[in-house]
């Protein structure tokens, strides 16, 4: 039966990245972040605050020596650059390995109104719309600033208040992920959606996750990008609500592919995974397709934009 080796270091928001970076090098099944959310009031979104644990399991086999010293070695090179606390080493069995990597996810509230919780999880709170997720299989667990700015925004434009009597809002989430987006959006009220993904795992990921959270045909989940979708391949080709949470290079290559020609007269086209010293470029290539800034989010360094033609 292997064993493992959990590796653990509690460091600030700002070197977490780099941390969680230089252990993913060395654990075949990724790594993972635990930070705490505080509430200042019952009128509180909930914040991320404080430091982050980063968490990899390593297989106790006969290179665990080697990788420990090499992943020693790593962690010296970065607390050259800034102090770092010594890693900290458990020793797991491999039966509960799941279990303890999945005693790691916590339910994340984001919003007002959303929590997102593991998918083998019940919501701990009633109140809140449940968005469940398994973690393991794609990007967007939630835990991802750009993916909360989403949500948040997503939460705000979907107010029932907001909406245009008579008028659907449907929407377009190119980067889908685990469908994250697209699931919260169908939850919060909106009539249909269609998710894309480049990457095939993404789209069995986003189906699995629809199927978790009782999602039937609202939904549709493909292969493909901004191109495909103004091609008419899919039951989508323009919507009220137009979501990308992609890096900000891809984001400039989407708008010079159409991607502001997906948004329906009067939609809105949110955009994240934007570094905040490249959101002048995003603003920039969004200004140069006719659009309009109409918000800005920020959580650490990140952004996330929304526009309007
Ligand atoms: N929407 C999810 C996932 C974001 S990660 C969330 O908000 O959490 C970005 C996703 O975009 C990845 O799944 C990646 O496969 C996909 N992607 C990257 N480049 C793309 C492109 N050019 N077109 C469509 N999807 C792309």
Redesign the pocket.
């Known amino acids: 039966m292997t064993n493992w080796l959990e590796v653990s270091l509690t460091v600030s928001g700002e070197l977490a990245e780099a941390v969680a970076d230089a252990l993913a090098r060395y654990a075949p099944n990724g790594v993972v972040t635990e930070q705490a959310v505080d509430f200042v009031n019952d009128e509180d979104e909930g914040t991320p605050v404080g430091d982050i644990t980063v968490r990899a399991y390593l297989p106790a086999d006969e290179t665990l020596e080697e990788t420990r010293q090499k992943i020693e070695q790593a962690l010296f090179y970065l607390g050259m650059i800034q102090p770092l606390p010594l890693p900290v080493y458990t020793p797991v069995a491999d039966q509960n390995w799941m279990e303890a990597w999945k005693a790691r996810y916590q339910p994340i509230p984001v919003g007002r109104r959303i929590i997102i919780i593991p998918a083998w999880l019940e919501s701990p709170d009633a109140n809140r719309i449940a968005v469940k997720i398994d973690p393991g299989m ?5 835990t ?1 600033p ?2 909360q700015l ?2 948040e925004l997503i939460e705000q434009l979907l107010e029932p208040e907001r909406q245009t009597p008579g008028r659907d809002c449907t929407v377009i ?10 699931i919260a959006a169908l939850k919060l009220g909106a009539k249909m959606a269609l ?5 095939p ?2 789209v069995q990921a986003s189906l699995e996750n629809a199927r978790t959270n009782g999602i039937g045909s609202e939904l549709v989940i493909a292969q ?3 191109t495909e979708v103004l091609a008419g391949e899919f039951p989508l080709r323009q919507a009220s609500l137009v ?5 900000a290079p ?1 984001l400039i ?2 708008l010079d ?1 159409g991607l502001a020609d997906l948004l329906l007269p009067g939609g809105t086209l949110v955009m ?2 934007i570094l905040r010293d490249q959101a002048e470029a995003v603003i920039q290539a969004a200004q140069s397709k006719g659009l309009k800034q109409t918000a800005w989010r920020q959580m650490d360094d990140w952004v996330a934009i929304a526009f309007q033609p």
């Open positions: 794609a990007f967007g667990t939630g991802h750009t993916t989403c949500l989430d190119v980067g889908c992920g685990s469908g994250i987006l697209s998710g894309v993904d480049i990457d795992a993404s493909g990008s901004v979501l990308a949470n992609i890096l891809v290559r989407l592919d994240s995974g």
